[in-house]
């Protein structure tokens, strides 16, 4: 519905677009039932799939029932059924680490409660799906949900496909973000040139809207409200139709059916982690490099990060030595693509 972006929401502009949901704990005592379930059937067939639908449907003749769900219903038919070609599972284990000198812990899964001892049940997947028509041919779509991760948060990522015209200012890919939760926001990712005297001085910008700042004041309904509202009203465009229900499970049935039968290996990570090992590279084989967190940032340049006191003289406004928590999170923005950090043991 947006002019500026209707003509590069296709294959010719869009390299490739990421669906995340992180959460920073763990099965929190539904083990049992969540070893029945997996990440798979509890987050991913559902709710990420409607967020995909949203995001890559065809503009639907009006917002109303019948239109919009005419519009999933016919994305769907267009996705092939997924394999454990284009899976990757994973499990957290147990973790223990050091904060202010106190020894923290958490549990793995297996040791949640009414949890099989030789339970592979994947508290971690991504999966990538493909989609057959003339807008998106060719362009992956990675889901990606875990638990026990390093932070809560829920993004649609959309990175633009790099254009011979880019050369001209060469940096990172322009990237879309849609930001669902925490801090719901909307940020383009853009090159911008420093500010001096050498051309070729540039640095990857953000050009961020949050609700917080846009909508001071304004209120932010949970998904469960919104339902209920929705119901009373007799509004059913959010709502899933039988047709997308069908279509839906016959697209990971064949992948779930798979896992079942075959119960393979997930990757154990410790809980904490941005990834478990082996995420990169799974999604590297469809050109997609996922984004460095604060964390990651930190542990990666540990050489370099005398670079940083010129960043922290820069925020310290009253010259004292310190940062206050609104700076510290300005600075934890330049090395999150505009997201304050949210990870617990920060």
């Known amino acids: 519905g947006n002019q500026l972006f209707e003509n590069l929401w296709n294959r010719d502009n869009i390299a490739h677009v990421q669906i995340v949901f992180k959460e920073d704990l763990g099965t929190e005592g539904r083990g049992g039932y969540f070893d029945s379930s997996g990440i798979i059937r509890d987050i991913m067939q559902n709710h990420l799939l409607q967020v995909f639908l949203w995001a890559a449907m065809e503009p639907p003749a ?50 949640g409660k009414g949890v099989p001892a030789d339970s592979k049940c994947p508290t971690y997947a991504a999966v990538v799906l493909k989609v057959d028509n003339d807008r998106w041919r060719d362009v992956p779509f990675l889901f990606r949900a875990g638990k026990g991760l390093d932070e809560r948060m829920a993004e649609v990522r959309v ?18 973000v849609m930001r669902i939760q925490p801090d719901e926001a909307v940020y383009l990712k853009i090159m911008n040139k420093m500010p001096g005297w050498k051309v070729g001085d540039v640095t990857s910008t953000v050009l961020d809207m ?21 119901a009373f009203k007799g509004d059913g465009s959010l709502f899933v139709g039988s047709g997308e229900l069908t279509e839906a499970w016959r697209i990971f049935t064949p992948l779930l059916d798979e896992i079942d039968n075959s119960k393979p290996q997930p990757v154990i990570y410790p809980f904490g982690v941005r990834v478990p090992d082996g995420m990169d590279n799974f999604a590297s084989h469809y050109g997609i490099t996922m984004t460095e967190s604060w964390m990651e940032y930190l542990a990666l340049h540990a050489r370099s990060l ?3 006191k010129n960043e922290f003289d820069s925020l310290d406004k ?3 030595g310190c940062l206050d928590s609104t700076e510290v999170k300005q600075l934890a923005k330049k090395f999150c693509d505009g997201r304050e950090p949210t990870d617990k043991r920060s």
Not at 62 to 69: D, E, N, P
Not at 159 to 176: C, D, I, M, R, Y
Not at 210 to 230: H, I, K, Q
């Open 318 to 320: 009253n010259g004292d």
């Open 62 to 111: 009006s917002l109303s029932r019948a239109s919009v769900q005419q519009e999933k219903v016919k994305l769907l038919k267009a996705i092939k059924p997924i394999t454990m070609k284009d899976c990757f599972l994973g499990q957290f284990g147990r973790n223990t680490w050091t904060v202010s000198g106190t020894e923290h812990e958490e549990p793995g899964y297996l040791d």
């Open 210 to 230: 949050s609700y917080s700042t846009a909508f001071p004041g304004g209120y932010v309904a949970d998904g469960y409200e919104r339902m209920f509202l929705n």
């Open 159 to 176: 990175t633009f496909k790099p254009q011979a015209f880019n050369q001209l200012v060469l940096g990172a890919a322009n990237e879309l």
């Open 306 to 308: 005398a670079s940083l």
